[in-house]
T-cell receptor, first 117, second 113 residues
């Protein structure tokens, strides 16, 4: 049973460039989440999918951010026209929903650290 | 809205001594509470969760947490700390309106030999 994987692990880009991150969840997990973590803070929710449907988006997620999960398996998070304030660790998590889904455990990947110069 | 507070930025403990990392929460309704640990430049690892039932929850690596409804607390504990327990610990609560986790700011645990 492999865990959640994320690619790349590190990304350095210049301000104004577009970047895309990939997350591969634990196989058969139907829920996938994206969080952002800045230094000294806990992760903050960005968005989540159940299968291929994007069910919730945070107000933190500006129009420059878009996420997809086209076949209900892997997901991508794209940031357009990056800004220095986008520098953070981007974490992906997955879970297997059961019952109401409130009880399920989210398992996190190693994260993608983005540095915008 | 749900929220979590971790009142200590850092906890220092000697190896072999018991440790406690504090967490208090604010939710409307029944809370779903989680503890995660993060090592440097790594993602979060799940330790344990409280959903319902016994107030003492046992988790990975010898950790346990005590749910106290009257004090709205969910403190993480371990009877005997190891140097390898040194890491960043996060308490989280499930948002009742959806499925996201709301995290505290984290507590650095330093265990000295």
């Amino acid at each position: 049973d492999t865990g959640v994987s994320q690619d790349p692990r590190h990304k350095i880009t210049k301000r104004g460039q577009n970047v895309t991150f990939r997350c591969d969840p634990i196989s058969e997990h139907n829920r996938l989440y994206w969080y952002r973590q800045t230094l000294g803070q806990g992760p903050e929710f960005l968005t989540y999918f159940q299968n291929e449907a994007q069910l919730e988006k945070s107000r933190l997620l500006s129009d420059r951010f878009s996420a997809e999960r086209p076949k209900g398996s892997f997901s991508t998070l794209e940031i357009q026209r990056t800004e220095q304030g986008d520098s953070a660790m981007y974490l992906c998590a997955s879970s297997l929903a059961s019952g109401t889904g409130k009880e399920d455990t989210q398992y996190f990947g190693p994260g993608t650290r983005l540095t915008v110069l | 809205a749900q929220s979590v507070a971790q009142p200590e930025d850092q906890v220092n403990v000697a190896e072999g001594n018991p440790l406690t990392v504090k967490c208090t929460y604010s939710v409307s309704g029944n809370p779903y509470l989680f503890w995660y640990v993060q090592y440097p430049n790594r993602g979060l690892q799940f330790l344990l969760k409280y959903i319902t039932g016994d107030n003492l929850v046992k988790g990975s690596y010898g950790f346990e947490a005590e749910f106290n409804k009257s004090q709205t607390s969910f403190h993480l504990k371990k009877p005997s700390a190891l140097v390898s327990d040194s890491a960043l610990y996060f308490c989280a609560v499930r948002d009742l309106g959806g499925n996201k986790l709301v995290f505290g700011a984290g507590t650095i645990l330093r265990v000295k030999s």
